[in-house]
């Protein structure tokens, strides 16, 4: 099965940016759709964006025009450029088939606070 592995996240002042990357097992070129997700504090795990094999994304209307999702199936990765953060963007974020599997990786803590 398929493992993916989170990294990039960190403490950014609201207002920053940061890049989460997610490398995979494996190829992913056969996935159709790959999405990230993110769990705060005390809070379910929500789907933030995916994107399509061909390219097609969506996103939670939080994120929706602060974040950008994008694929590379040469190099089993996914990546979640992450603009304009708020203190309410702070969770572990997880990368994932949409939609998701059974399992989930170890995800990357974002922290966002002055």
């Known amino acids: 099965q398929v493992q993916f592995v989170e990294s990039g996240g960190g403490l950014v002042q609201p207002g920053g940016s940061l890049r989460l990357s997610c490398a995979a097992s494996?190829?992913?070129?056969?996935?159709?759709?790959m999405g990230w997700y993110r769990q705060a504090p005390g809070k379910q795990r929500e789907w933030v964006a995916h994107?399509?094999?061909?390219?097609?994304?969506n996103y939670a209307d939080s994120v929706k025009g602060r974040f950008t999702i994008s694929r590379d199936n040469a190099k089993n990765t996914v990546y979640l450029q992450m603009n304009s953060l708020k203190p309410e963007d702070t969770a572990f974020y997880y990368c994932?088939?949409?939609?998701?599997?059974?399992?989930w990786g170890q995800g990357t803590q974002v922290t966002v606070s002055s």
């Open positions: 494996r190829s992913i070129f056969s996935i159709v759709a």
């Open positions: 994932n088939r949409y939609p998701e599997l059974g399992y």
């Open positions: 994107i399509t094999n061909s390219g097609s994304t």
